[in-house]
């Protein structure tokens, strides 16, 4: 998939640039056409890298994603178990203290 993708990408750049290069040998109209297809391939380019990077970084094209979301649906999501009854606890050790006599 992800080689797929890149030869995707490199062919979007590099195709445009090697017809505008085509182009001017066959009119003789060296540089002109060249430069148009480089621009036009690097325009081509960002567009699909921009689209590629939203893609990966949807929530839902992650693994666990249903789990992702904001804070307010996560702590409603939330539930502290009850035992029923409060005990206190003690927080502090106690010291233990020896007479001596």
Known sequence: MWASKAGN???????????????????GTRPLFTIIGALLGFGLFMIKLLALVQELSAPES????????????????????????????????????????
């Open 62 to 101: 992650r693994p666990g994603a249903e789990n992702w979301g904001s804070a307010k649906s996560q702590t409603s999501k939330m539930t502290i178990p009850s035992t029923g009854t409060a005990k206190p606890v003690d927080l502090e050790p106690e010291e233990k203290t020896s007479i001596s006599s």
């Open 9 to 27: 990408l490199g062919l979007q750049m590099i195709l445009p640039a090697l017809l505008g290069f085509w182009a001017d040998n066959h009119w």
